[in-house]
């Protein structure tokens, strides 16, 4: 259903909205607004149609994204995490984990996830990455994979790991297989409906049509270019939402701190537009994607809407059967998620400015 309208997404945004509330109380696995993603073709949004998929554009899917993260964070961060796993599958030179397994992500039969942050920016474990040694045509892998969203759901998953020589390889490995522990989910603060947890490799053995990419030095490489900009669709998402609570205040309580409440919803328009314009211009050659100040922008916006939101909820806002406090305990996630050192960097001196402030972001942004 590529041809899924704006109110379409309004629509779902507020469904799951309702049913967040819930599952961000019992933690359970939020099938019900899964469900009604997949009634929107969200299965199929960035699977090649010679799979079974109905792909969208670029923006168009972050906008998809910024919908689910208004309405829950944890099925947000599902649907994201799932995508990733099928965008590197798709990216692959090996053609068998294409046949095998995408016509049935498409058709939602199987759920996959990645377990890559060992690759990127996590330190749990100190350190302790994904190492993989040579075994025949095939790999043997022993480690962590330190954060895997809906690993416990995955018939499969993506991951990561680190010859001796440095290099690298990403797999696409069943759950099945004797040799992988998935940990029981460790409570967070929030998004414990993610069911996100360890997964633990020992002598797992990878077969050779199970190799995505490599070994090489960055085998990560491979990613569309529109990848840095998802986590900043969500975070825009969930800024709306904040917005929206704010707006629909009492008018005394919006009138008294229209100081500030104004200037925060113009500059949430002002990167809102600035997002999706760098996504409309990804593919152009010319253009240099700005996508760590764009997330330091949104983590900025986002983090102020929250205490905004909270702190003119009053009371109400520390109640939990109130949406404000679980869409502040989201906003907080932002700032640990796939984060990092220049983002944190960046993010935490527009914090600590006015807003508005024409802050200089340090050089690496």
């Not at 996100?196 to 070994?215: K, M, N, Q, Y």
């Not at 704010?246 to 500030?260: H, M, N, T, W």
Request: hydrophobic letters at 40%; one cysteine or more.
């Amino acid at each position: 259903m590529s041809n899924v309208t704006a109110q379409d997404l309004a629509q779902l945004s507020d469904a799951i909205a309702e049913l967040g509330m819930t599952y961000d109380q019992t933690g359970e696995w939020p099938q019900g607004s899964i469900d009604l993603m997949a009634n929107l073709g969200g299965w199929r949004w960035n699977v090649p149609a010679q799979f079974g998929g109905d792909p969208v554009s670029h923006t168009e899917l972050l906008k998809r994204y910024a919908a689910l993260a208004a309405g829950c964070m944890s099925t947000a961060l599902i649907s994201t995490q799932r995508d990733g796993a099928i965008e590197l599958i798709v990216g692959s030179e090996n053609e068998v984990p294409k046949n095998r397994w995408l016509p049935q992500c498409a058709a939602g039969e199987i759920y996959t996830t990645v377990g890559i942050a060992q690759l990127t920016t996590s330190k749990r474990g100190g350190g302790n990455l994904m190492t993989a040694t040579v075994d025949g045509d095939g790999y043997r892998l022993s480690g962590m994979m330190p954060w895997a969203t809906g690993a416990s759901k995955a018939a499969i998953i993506v991951t990561g790991a680190v010859l001796q020589d440095g290099s690298q390889i990403l797999a696409c490995i069943p759950t099945n297989r004797a040799g992988i522990t998935i940990a029981p989910c460790d409570p967070l603060i929030t998004l414990n409906a993610s069911h996100t947890s360890c997964v633990h490799c020992a002598d797992f053995r990878v077969e050779p049509d199970e190799i995505l990419r490599g070994p090489c030095e960055r085998v990560l490489a491979i990613r569309t270019p529109v990848k840095p900009l998802v986590t900043s669709s969500c975070g825009i998402g969930l800024a709306g939402r904040l917005v929206k609570l704010i707006k629909d205040l009492p008018p005394k309580s919006r009138e008294a701190f229209g100081d500030v409440v104004d200037p925060l919803v113009e500059q949430y328009e002002t990167i809102k537009t600035m997002l999706f314009d760098a996504a409309d211009r990804v593919n152009d050659p010319e253009f240099e994607t700005p996508s760590a100040e764009i997330r330091v922008r949104v983590n900025d916006v986002l983090v102020r809407a929250a205490m905004v939101a909270l702190t003119l909820s009053k009371g109400s806002g520390f109640l939990l059967d109130r949406p404000v406090q679980r869409h502040v305990r989201e906003a907080l996630f932002f700032l640990v998620w796939s984060a990092p050192q220049d983002v944190q960097t960046g993010t935490l001196a527009r914090l600590m400015a006015p807003l508005g402030a024409d802050t200089p972001l340090p050089s690496k942004i």
